[in-house]
């Protein structure tokens, strides 16, 4: 099996856990060695903090596990595009590969809105960044997601 997706497949079952909890659904996984050491989902609304996003979240974790900032020798796999407080996290981390599922047109900071190899004199991380892993699966579960929310909301001002 592609390792690429499996590792998305795991970021995504986090979307998932964030879904059910009434989250929007983001999940990521940070790998070192082909193993996951630390896994996360978007917990905005639990915790009420702007900063609780999946990436942010599980890349704290993963420097508390490992005992260091520098995670030069990690991948991190998140199915959102990051914004740009979590693209300059993944910067100051040193995060090595980069692999998102599908970007985001209001707020990826990597390569839509900004583009952030293209800023000149940042010596950026990740090296390498790796687009549209499972995209269609990591897109839909956020359609859906608001799809319903829409609807429930509709639903309830009918009420
Ligand atoms: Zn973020």
Not at 4 to 10: F, K, P, T
Not at 30 to 39: F, P
Not at 69 to 83: A, I, K, S
Not at 87 to 93: D, N, P, R, V
Request: net charge positive; with cysteine; proline share 3%.
């Amino acid at each position: 099996m592609n390792t690429e997706n499996e590792y998305m497949r795991e970021a995504l079952k986090e979307a998932y856990k964030a879904k059910k909890i009434d989250e929007v659904p983001i999940g990521a996984v940070v790998v070192r060695d082909g193993e996951i050491i630390a896994r996360a989902h978007n917990m905005k609304e639990h915790d009420q903090l702007a900063s609780s996003h999946a990436e942010h979240i599980a890349l704290t974790k993963a420097q508390k596990i490992l005992g260091t900032w520098n995670l030069q020798d990690c991948d991190l796999y998140v199915t959102l595009e990051p914004c740009m407080m979590c693209t300059g996290l993944i910067q100051l981390s040193r995060i090595r590969r980069l692999y998102y599922g599908t970007s985001d047109p209001k707020g990826g900071c990597l390569e839509t809105v900004i583009h952030v190899k293209q800023i000149p004199h940042l010596n950026t991380y990740p090296k390498e960044i790796y687009a549209d892993i499972m995209k269609e699966k990591c897109s839909e579960i956020l359609t859906t997601f608001f799809k319903e929310k829409r609807n429930r909301n509709k639903h309830k001002n009918h009420t």
